[in-house]
C-alpha cells in the first residue's frame, strides 16, 4: 500500500514558564494582554491554526504551561512561530523551553499502515 501523500496536519507542543513580569499582572490584565497584544497579531499572520492550553505549574517547576498547537501544514505552524516571536508573549510574558513538533502517526503515513492507536472504552 504506498504512504499517505495527503499533506499532514502538523501538531506542536510548546513548553513555556511563565515570567515574573506575567505573574505580576492581575488575571484581568493577563487576559486583556493575550487577547489585545498576542491574538491579534496571530490572527493577522497565519490561518489555519488552532490552540489549546494546559495548566501544568502544579506538577512541573520546569513548565508551568503547554500550549498545544495544530496547524494545516508546516507553513502555517512557521507563520504561527514567526507571529508569536513579534510578540510579548516569547520571552517577556513567557521563557519558551522547548517545541516538540511532530505529526500524526507519521511512521504509518510513511509506510502506508494504518495507524494503531488506543481507544477509550
Keep these: 500500500m504506498p504512504a499517505d ?3 499532514a496536519q502538523v501538531t506542536a507542543f510548546t513548553l513555556v514558564k511563565t515570567t515574573p513580569e ?9 487576559v486583556h494582554a493575550f487577547t489585545t497584544q ?13 490552540s489549546r492550553f494546559y495548566d501544568t505549574e ?3 517547576a520546569r513548565v508551568t504551561d503547554v500550549w498545544v498547537w495544530e496547524a494545516d501544514d508546516h507553513e502555517a505552524y512557521r ?3 514567526d507571529a508569536l516571536r513579534e510578540t510579548p508573549f516569547w520571552d ?3 521563557e519558551v523551553v522547548d517545541l516538540l513538533v ?3 502517526n507519521g ?3 510513511s509506510y502506508g499502515l494504518d495507524p494503531v492507536a488506543t481507544l477509550a472504552t
Excluded at 506575567?22 to 493577563?30: G, K, N, P, Q, S
Excluded at 491579534?40 to 488552532?50: C, F, K, N, Y
Design 22 to 30: 506575567w505573574l505580576a499582572m492581575t488575571v484581568a490584565e493577563r
Design 79 to 81: 507563520l504561527l512561530i
Design 102 to 104: 511532530g505529526v500524526e
Design 58 to 60: 502544579f506538577y512541573s
Design 38 to 50: 498576542v491574538v491579534p497579531v496571530i490572527e493577522a499572520r497565519t490561518q489555519g491554526v488552532r
Design 107 to 109: 511512521y504509518a503515513r
Design 5 to 7: 501523500r495527503t499533506p
Design 92 to 94: 517577556r510574558y513567557f
